[in-house]
């Protein structure tokens, strides 16, 4: 028994170990299949090419905008005047087109109508078709 309360005191003053598992980290010696590393190359972005792009169109749009020597209008202004015309013709085109389909909707309404002419049914058709021709 005394021998059993020396083992029981020696383990109550030894530290208690507890199993763990050491963290292997994805840059060490953790890796058993001896991949190549990725390349640690870090592209400009395109934050970067939205930027120095901008500025040269920014420019350009600040010119486009500004009156002419002569006091004549923007370009920017003849541009769109230039699509502005481009609506009345697109009015007339819709006019024309509103006309024409409600011309074939009367003429539609017109065939529909319209009385059948008469007509004889023999029970064969090639009989009827032969007594047209014959009639001529």
Known sequence: MLALRQGAARAALRPIQLTRATRRYGSTGGHHHHHEQ??????????????????????????????????????????????????EVWLERNTLHSQAVQQAAADKLLFLTAPEPPTTSSGIPRLSTLTLLETL
């Open 38 to 87: 990725a390349s640690a190359d870090e592209p400009l972005g395109t934050g970067l090419i939205i930027a120095v792009a901008g500025l040269p169109l920014s420019c350009l749009l600040y010119f486009a905008a500004r009156r002419g020597e002569n006091g004549e209008e923007p370009a920017i202004t003849r541009w769109l005047r230039k699509y502005q015309s481009l609506n």
